[in-house]
């Protein structure tokens, strides 16, 4: 089995939970950044991982989706978020990632928290919407994804494995 590893990270989130994954997979594999990544088409499965921009994948994240999960390629997404995981608003968020991915057979999804970047909590706290102000005053992402977290996504990783192994 060839297993793929790809992920869009900004701040570093996303890739440390990429690589737990990867570091669970048995059996052939790679790890890559998604842009390196012109075509999933080789690969019996793909975890595709990014973060959650404005509520949902951003611009390119769509686009890498809709091109990238071609008919029935066996794929699970993996999404960081700063807002807790218990947010009422993540179901929705994360339903748009799965509804651009949706040609492909989605095996499992995984979403942990990852820490908010300074630079944006600062922006958020200024922002004319009062619920983009409240979210930056609640933030309570500092240090994540933990070591709690990163055992959750190789939990993951495993359980994945062994769906499409059987
Ligand atoms: C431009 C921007 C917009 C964001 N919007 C959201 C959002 O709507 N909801 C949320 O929970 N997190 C949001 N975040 C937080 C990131 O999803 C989170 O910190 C993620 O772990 C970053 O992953 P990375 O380090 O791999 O880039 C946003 C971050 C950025 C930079």
């Known amino acids: 089995m060839e297993v793929l590893v790809a992920y869009m990270s900004k701040t570093g989130n996303t890739k440390k939970v ?67 995981e218990e947010a009422e608003e993540l179901s929705s968020w ?16 995984f979403n942990c928290q990852g820490e908010l970047s300074k630079t944006v909590k600062r922006f958020m706290s200024i922002y004319p919407n009062a619920q983009i102000r409240s979210w930056a005053r609640k933030d309570n992402s500092k240090g994540q994804p933990d070591e709690s977290r990163l055992q959750k996504a190789r939990t993951f990783a495993k359980d994945v494995m062994e769906k499409v192994s059987t």
């Open 18 to 84: 990429a690589e737990a994954i990867y570091g669970e997979i048995i059996a052939e594999k790679e790890i890559k950044p998604i842009d390196k990544v012109e075509s999933i088409e080789g690969y019996d499965l793909v975890f595709l991982g990014f973060p959650i921009h404005a509520q949902g994948p951003d611009k390119k994240t769509t686009k890498l989706l809709k091109k990238l999960c071609i008919n029935g390629k066996k794929i699970a997404l993996f999404i960081t978020h700063c807002a807790p």
């Open 94 to 109: 994360l339903g748009k990632f799965r509804q651009d991915a949706n040609r492909a057979d989605i095996v499992d999804m």
